[in-house]
């Protein structure tokens, strides 16, 4: 009986502990993220000299820090979409665990219908924003791309 009390008191603090836990746990790899996507070089800008439907975002996460709103939907309107994807895709098994732990029954079709939707809708703007070419992010310089490059160097595109 004793014992089972200190485990009990034991589990408790834990349980108290855990959230300020999960909150640096969080902060530090989110900070470790955003200093990563700042040097981070968009491997599809860098190949082809086009930007990808992701790119902005690490632009849109730097302004929304600075509280600029405005900028932030300047360099990737779907900025939280993406950011709620991304999030998502990392925290999936757990979010399936919780919700399957209360009783409730998880319904495959449905989250694939939802992650397709999401990702059709970052899709149709990307077409969009790159048809219009009202941002500097959506800037299309097939000669800065490697691939380009390389084929110039070996004869077959440019001059
Ligand atoms: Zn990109």
Known sequence: MKKNGKH?????????????YLVWVHLVIGAALLLLA?????????LFG?????CGTTRAC??????????????QPVFPLILI??????????IRRKWMEKGRRWKGSLETA?????????LA???????????????????EGLV?????LAGIAGR
């Open 62 to 75: 730097i302004a929304l820090l600075s509280m600029d709103v405005r900028a932030a939907f300047g360099y």
């Open 114 to 122: 939802l992650v397709l939707a999401a990702g059709g809708v970052v």
């Open 38 to 46: 700042v040097v981070w070089q968009c491997p599809v800008r860098l």
């Open 8 to 20: 009990m008191w034991k589990r408790k603090e834990k349980e108290k502990r855990r959230p300020v």
């Open 125 to 143: 703007v990307y077409v969009a924003r790159l048809l219009l070419q009202t941002s500097p992010v959506m800037e299309i310089a097939l000669e």
């Open 85 to 94: 994807l991304f999030l998502y895709g990392i925290h999936r098994n757990i």
């Open 148 to 152: 380009y490059q390389a084929m110039e």
């Open 50 to 54: 086009v930007p990808c439907p992701g």
